[in-house]
T-cell receptor, first 114, second 113 residues
Framework: EAAVTQSPRNKVAVTGGKVTLSCNQT?????MYWYRQDTGHGLRLIHY???????EKGDIPDGYKASRPSQENFSLILELATPSQTSVYFC?????????????FGPGTRLTVL | QQKVQQSPESLTVSEGAMASLNCTFS??????FRWYRQHSGKGLEVLVS????GEKEEGSFTAHLNRASLHVFLHIREPQPSDSALYLC?????????????FGLGTTLQVQP
């Protein structure tokens, strides 16, 4: 089974500060995704990547940047954190090569911006 | 833009009674459907994935897809209190369309002993 890990698991940041959330996957999947989960909105896609060096905007990219330096790692960057970015963030990886497409999620990072 | 809606918003059943959850989607060209479970404060656990009309069983979970009616159902056979969680339906168009998932808001299931 795919292994997706996230760090940190919990983070408290100040408004205007820079926050970096990290994700690592060990199953050599090409695609990686960042979602946020909020009550009343469900999970929404922020950024995704097709492979090392690529990043694409998802449905709610404003205020976020992404970086995919390698196949295994995908980071989400908040250059100027705001209280509206308080949420739970999930990373996922997936690949459809050789069969039906599956997507596996990490345990989540709870971010609080004060 | 694909829309995914789930009903009911919350459901309470007695231990051992069948639980049925409903998910409707808006795009008939969707070809990837999956149900996830999320216990409070935890990550998402995939329960069952289905890619063609009909039924797919994984343990006590059965997904039923009817693309003509834009519905995908999840039936939980003999649920236990440990099955109490948020159940999420997710729909995508597969790797050819980025593979990104569109989620419903979920159904909160409470299983009473």
């Amino acid at each position: 089974e795919a292994a997706v890990t996230q760090s940190p698991r919990n983070k408290v940041a100040v408004t205007g500060g820079k926050v970096t959330l990290s994700c690592n996957q060990t199953n050599n999947h090409n695609n990686m995704y960042w979602y946020r989960q909020d009550t009343g909105h469900g999970l929404r896609l922020i950024h995704y990547s097709y492979g090392a060096g690529s990043t694409e905007k998802g449905d709610i990219p404003d205020g976020y940047k992404a970086s995919r330096p390698s196949q295994e790692n995908f980071s989400l960057i908040l250059e100027l954190a705001t209280p509206s970015q308080t949420s739970v963030y999930f990373c996922a990886s997936g690949d459809g090569l050789g069969g039906p497409y599956e997507q596996y999620f990490g345990p989540g990072t709870r971010l609080t911006v004060l | 833009q694909q829309k995914v809606q789930q009903s009911p918003e919350s459901l309470t059943v007695s231990e051992g009674a069948m639980a049925s959850l409903n998910c409707t989607f808006s795009d008939r060209s969707s070809d990837n459907f999956r149900w996830y479970r999320q216990h409070s404060g935890k990550g998402l656990e995939v329960l069952v994935s289905i890619f063609s009309d009909g039924e797919k069983e994984e343990g006590s979970f059965t997904a039923h897809l009817n693309r003509a009616s834009l519905h995908v159902f999840l039936h939980i056979r003999e649920p236990q209190p440990s099955d109490s969680a948020l159940y999420l339906c997710a729909v995508s168009m597969g790797p050819g369309n980025t593979g990104k998932l569109i989620f419903g808001l979920g159904t909160t299931l409470q299983v009473q002993p």
